[in-house]
């Protein structure tokens, strides 16, 4: 079966450091563009971060801040979420590329008290 499984979400105080993983299982990440998005209540999706073409994009809200990394062997991605702020809550979701369509895993959920 060809998913993404996303955890390390949780509840956070402002400040504080989140490191949210997705793996990937029935194909690998190799060669694909692999990318972090989140969706706060009551706004559209919105991308965080990418890895493409060896390259990797950040959104400004979180540039300096958050960090995509992966892991091929492991066939998993990271993104280490660093220097968090109440508006960075949203369910996150990790996105790639399969047979031309877009692949989704379930989300996890990110919350920054403050």
């Known amino acids: 079966q060809v998913q993404l499984v996303e955890s390390g979400g949780g509840l956070v105080q402002a400040g504080g450091s989140l490191r949210l993983s997705c793996a990937a299982s029935?194909?690998?990440?190799?060669?694909?563009?692999v990318a972090w998005y989140r969706q706060a209540p009551g706004k559209q999706r919105e991308l965080v971060a990418e890895?493409?073409?060896?390259?990797?994009n950040y959104a400004g809200s979180v540039t300096g801040r958050f960090t995509f990394s992966g892991d091929n062997t492991k066939n998993t991605v990271n993104l280490q979420m660093n220097s968090l702020k109440p508006e960075d809550t949203a369910v996150y979701y990790c996105?790639?590329?399969?047979?031309?369509?877009?692949?989704w895993g379930q989300g996890t959920q990110v919350t920054v008290s403050s």
């Open positions: 890895s493409r073409n060896g390259y990797k």
């Open positions: 029935g194909i690998t990440f190799s060669g694909r563009p």
């Open positions: 996105n790639t590329i399969f047979g031309s369509k877009d692949l």
